[in-house]
């Protein structure tokens, strides 16, 4: 099956038929992820080295856009195994790079689903900065790490997890490994009952003793910042602002429809005959497609190596995570008290587009960063 036969296969109706229950009972969507499986989704973006269907960028951000519009939840877990493939895979040299090599195989025939575990409780939002050092062990090492905010935890097969590089006291000097999810001394730390996003199994995670293998690490010695900076980050901020892109065209989608079937039957009349009402909607519209043209602008950038990469990067995410909200606003107003019942989805759809904005790196982070950049300074 090739990669754009992929994309237009997303089980967007099976993703979106279990969405408010994932969301009701705060719930791991094992059925989404498992029909992400039989699409064949799990490994897009892996080429064929890896036995994979191949994808970019732009293939890639196609996919989760629709999955996230379908389910939030659902959304951020493809993100983070997206994101964590992506890093694997830069941190690994070749189909015959031992344990790093067969998991790419195993991804990509959808055997196996993965994510991050980078942010600590010591440094918070700040992901590219470890508390944690990891502890030499004959050619491995040991970590020991309060990792806060993994996704899937206790779903996930493995982590792409950071920890300081043995013998370093600065916190951006890191390793990056590869962690089986059920090595010993691993603790999920409880279940996630947030705002948003109920579904995607957001956990602290605990590292106790845990003893990596040498074959276990991404990338060479003290290499993991590079890693993230190269790799993490654009692939998060991509598949995070097209989380986006998605709940707020699913939100759009659903208010328009209500406000068409939604009549005033002493005046003959619908909500969408309001002047006030077509122009929230308009609003919303214009800002939607704002954003999703910059996604798609940047994951251009992105896969070709362009110039604008760099600052697209910055930009994206937090464009993204602000329009979200301000077009399920919208949405939410539109339609009225219908809006914050439950059958509508706008109401989850309001809750789960808040997340962005301070997931790491968060919007004010970003527009920090941004603003270095345009000025010239060191952004870290």
Known sequence: MTVD??????????????????????RFPTESIAALRAAGLLGIGLDETYGGPG????????????VAGACASTGMIFTMHVVATQTLLAGTDGPADGVKADVLRAIATGDHLATLAYSE???????????????????????????????????????????????????????????????????????????????????????????????????????????????????????????????????????SAHVTGARFEH??????????????LAEAKIRHMQARALLYEVAAEVASGGAGAQLGVLALKAAAAEMAIDVTDQAMRACGGAAFSRHLGLERQFRDARAASVMAPTTDVLHDLLGKALTGQDLF
């Open 5 to 26: 036969s992929r994309i237009r296969s997303v089980p967007t109706d099976q993703i979106a038929a279990i969405a408010a229950e994932v969301d009701r009972e705060a």
């Open 55 to 66: 994808g970019g960028p732009t293939e890639v951000v196609a996919v989760v856009e629709s």
């Open 121 to 255: 409780r010591g440094s918070r939002s700040h992901f590219w900065a470890q508390v944690s050092r990891a502890i030499p062990d004959g050619d491995g090492v040991i970590v020991n790490a309060d990792k806060s905010w993994v996704t899937s935890a206790g779903h996930a097969d493995s982590y792409v997890t950071a920890s300081g590089a043995p013998g370093s006291e600065d916190p951006t000097t890191t390793e990056l490994y590869l962690v089986d999810a059920r090595a010993p001394g691993i603790e999920v730390l409880g279940g996630f009952d947030g705002l948003g996003m109920r579904g995607n199994a957001s956990s602290p995670v605990a590292f106790r003793g845990v003893s990596i293998a040498p074959e276990r690490r991404i990338g060479g010695s003290a290499t993991g910042f590079g890693l993230m900076m190269s790799a993490t980050l654009p692939w998060f901020v991509l598949c995070s602002a097209a989380t986006s892109v998605g709940i707020a065209g699913s939100a759009i989608t659903a208010a």
């Open 267 to 280: 005046l003959g009349s619908s909500l969408a005959d309001i002047p006030g009402v077509r122009a929230r």
